[in-house]
């Protein structure tokens, strides 16, 4: 496993904006997927967005055209910004990283709310 930190969370009014990072402890192989989850209290964790090391993303269909993946490789960091945040957008995030042959690691989670 693969230690990941999570930073950027918040509370954040209905229309504002958000951006989550997260670090890996470690350099990690060229090919490599990193991305985010959220997770509501009796409810599976979800995707949210996903890049792959070669540029390739892909996000859920209820945050498209609001958030945006993005990635450092040399720094081996992703990151998350969130605009026109919705109430149904509260969730904890959880950034996640694949690797090939070491499976899944996962970050502390980190709570964004959105409210008024």
């Known amino acids: 496993q693969v230690q990941l930190v999570e930073s950027g969370g918040g509370l954040v009014q209905p229309g504002g904006s958000l951006t989550l990072s997260c670090a890996a402890s470690?350099?990690?192989?060229?090919?490599?997927?990193m991305g985010w989850y959220r997770q509501t209290p009796g409810k599976q964790r979800e995707l949210v967005a996903i890049?792959?090391?070669?540029?390739?993303?892909n996000y859920a269909d209820s945050v498209k055209g609001r958030f945006t993946i993005s990635r450092d490789n040399a720094k081996n960091t992703v990151r998350l910004q969130m605009s026109s945040l919705k109430p149904e957008d509260t969730a904890v995030y959880y950034c996640?990283?694949?690797?090939?042959?070491?499976?899944?690691?996962w970050g502390q989670g980190t709570q964004v709310t959105v409210s008024s």
């Open positions: 996640n990283l694949v690797l090939p042959g070491r499976g899944n690691s």
């Open positions: 470690e350099s990690l192989p060229s090919f490599n997927v």
């Open positions: 890049m792959f090391s070669g540029g390739g993303t």
